[in-house]
């Protein structure tokens, strides 16, 4: 089915028998290198169940998107991660709205969704999409309808929890409403889910060197309502090249989505970078196109927000790189599951 695939993509781009073979040529040596490498599934700092989900899959011989779905559902659906699926913390209206892509490398297709309320894995959505429409991407009320129709049910995405991290941040937003502030004035939790986000990206590669990426998320916290990150958008929170390699990302949308970094990831691997090297070199590009705004600086011209990508190449290698110093993502090599620490760009003062 491959072969006859490439060969009428080869006829209709009209690639000559000559190049066409060399190109075919190239393809059995990435898959030889592949099959001497290992499988690998790599994920962020909040995937470590995802990774251990997804490396038993692929050692069942399961594609590699549907073991990165199933992995990153074990997220999705946990009331206790706050940045992700059921548990999410909400926009600013209270309400929970879901973003995610997938890209599946054998067939270089993908599908997301986007403001996505109600449905507790929005990987699942986002793959039907891919499988079954002519679209990459549905938002909204029309993904709700799209999920509703394929038998998705609709429940609250709210929990106690987030619910009343929500109602305390409303309280304590401005003295110049009728809400009186909480009782606990400084409260570090809510603190630090100021200005802040969360998200999961999970990529794997299987022992035939094919690839798969999903990224699902509730975006950053407290969002305007309608606001789309990085995660549903295919080349900034997730791609996958399956001649080369997949990125995702977590961190600031906004920086991301302006310069589609996990392509960039994928394109510096292209060009022979290892899977670290490369999120370095996206998060340096992005650092130097931040410089044009300051808003996104800190005292010391430097970016303001976090940015992390993922990667994985065609040999099984794997790598991530933050902007900051700090945190750790996970990795299931084939043999072991375990945390790593980030490359980084900058260190913070203490
Ligand atoms: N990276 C997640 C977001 O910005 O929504």
């Not at 199933?70 to 706050?82: C, H, L, Q």
């Not at 996990?262 to 510096?268: A, E, G, K, P, T």
């Not at 993922?310 to 790189?321: D, L, M, P, Q, R």
Request: glycine share 12%.
């Amino acid at each position: 089915m491959k072969d006859k695939l490439s060969r009428r993509n080869f006829i209709k781009t009209g690639i000559g028998v000559g190049a066409a073979a060399v190109l075919t040529g190239r393809k059995n040596l990435l898959n030889a290198e592949a099959r001497e490498g290992k499988m690998c599934s790599v994920s962020s700092g909040n995937g470590l169940r995802a990774t251990k989900k997804a490396m038993e899959l692929l050692n069942q011989g399961k594609d590699p998107l549907d073991a990165v779905i199933a992995g990153v559902n074990i997220v999705e659906s946990d009331p206790n991660d706050r940045s992700v699926g059921y548990g999410g913390l909400p926009n600013e209206e209270g309400i929970v709205e879901l973003d995610s892509s997938v890209m599946h490398g054998p067939t270089h297709n993908g599908g997301a969704v986007a403001s996505l309320r109600n449905i507790k894995n929005p990987s699942k959505v986002a793959k039907l999409v891919m499988e079954r429409t002519d679209h990459a991407l549905l938002v909204g009320k029309g993904a709700l309808r799209f999920a509703i129709a394929h038998g998705f049910k609709e429940e609250n995405l709210l929990t106690d929890k987030s619910r009343e991290t929500w109602l305390k941040r409303k309280e304590m937003l401005s003295d110049r409403d009728f809400w009186f502030p909480p009782k606990k004035k400084i409260d570090p939790e809510l603190e630090s889910y100021f200005n802040n986000h969360g998200t999961i990206n999970c990529l794997a590669i299987d022992a035939a060197g094919d690839l798969g990426g999903v990224t699902t998320t509730s975006g950053f916290f407290f969002k305007i309502p309608g606001r789309v990150g990085d995660s549903p958008i295919i080349g900034a929170g997730l791609y996958v090249d399956n001649d080369v390699g997949a990125a995702g990302s977590t961190g600031r949308g906004e920086a991301n989505i302006l310069n589609c970094g996990s392509f960039q990831v994928v394109n510096f691997m292209s060009r022979g970078f290892s899977p670290e090297e490369a999120c370095l070199k996206a998060l340096e590009k992005i650092s130097d196109k931040s410089k044009l705004l300051p808003r996104l600086l800190n005292e010391d011209g430097l970016p303001s927000f976090g940015l992390r990508f993922y990667a994985i190449n065609k040999k099984g290698e794997s790598g991530a790189a933050s902007m900051w110093r700090g945190g750790r993502f996970a990795v299931h090599d084939g043999k072991e599951n375990k945390f790593r620490p980030f490359a980084f760009l900058y260190e913070r003062k203490r």
